[in-house]
């Protein structure tokens, strides 16, 4: 199947900086991307749509200005976690669809604020 | 909008034994069905879909099968293996430029 490739797989960072997560389709091109959390033993939460070109569409309750998310390729997505707080500590994951409408998963993210 | 009921959350297997986790959806518009593979800190695989003007598909010991009319899916994994414990997740697609929508995944435990 397609590959979606997501970097970095852990970080710690510290509470109030930033940290970007990078999230790159290989070998198709993905005028759309999506992005995960997931809290422990519980299914995927979508935070946001990542569009091409144009800005995100984010869903119910979370906050575009905590999350930023850029989408200035066919190949790549990035999303910010600004000034980070132990809150924002979760397993963050990107999606990207083939030219098929297949979904495929990045690794993931786990990323710890201290 | 659509919902997805997905059952049982979790399910211990014998070792070569077969599993079978079923899920339900709402949107009768809905026309793909995926099921994904999460094991621990990885992001979730693809292990095999479905559309649906199809009402079974197979791929080795893993087949899903789908009740339009009833609006179930259900994943069978025959022969299971200690490496088939994971958590999977069902899925459903309403349509292109839709949002997938998950359901709250199933918990496998293969059994020595």
């Known amino acids: 199947g397609a590959v979606v490739s997501q970097h970095p797989s852990r970080v710690i960072c510290k509470s109030g900086t930033s940290v970007k997560i990078e999230c790159r389709s290989l070998d198709f091109q993905a005028t759309t991307m999506f992005w995960y959390r997931q809290f422990p033993k519980q299914s995927l939460m979508l935070m946001a749509t990542?569009?091409?070109?144009?800005?995100?569409?984010?869903e119910q309750g979370v906050e575009k200005d905590k999350f930023l998310i850029n989408h200035a390729s066919l190949t790549l997505s990035t999303l910010t976690v600004t000034s980070a707080h132990p809150e924002d500590s979760s397993f963050y994951i990107c999606?990207?669809?083939?030219?098929?409408?297949?979904?495929?998963f990045g690794q993931g993210t786990r990323l710890t604020v201290v | 909008g659509e919902n997805v009921e997905q059952h049982p959350s979790t399910l211990s297997v014998q070792e070569g034994d077969s599993a079978v986790i079923k899920c339900t959806y709402s949107d009768s518009a809905s026309n793909y069905f995926p099921w994904y593979k999460q094991e621990l800190g990885k992001g979730p695989q693809l292990i095999i879909d479905?559309?649906?003007?199809?009402g079974e598909k197979k791929d080795q010991r893993i087949a899903v099968t789908l009740n339009k009319t009833a609006k179930h899916f259900s994943l069978h994994i025959t022969e299971t293996q200690p490496e088939d414990s994971a958590v999977y997740f069902c899925a459903a697609f309403p349509g292109p430029g839709d949002k997938i929508i998950f359901g709250k995944g199933t918990r496998l435990h293969i059994l020595p």
């Open positions: 479905i559309r649906s003007n199809v």
């Open positions: 990542s569009n091409e070109g144009s800005k995100a569409t984010y």
């Open positions: 999606s990207a669809r083939d030219p098929s409408e297949k979904a495929f």
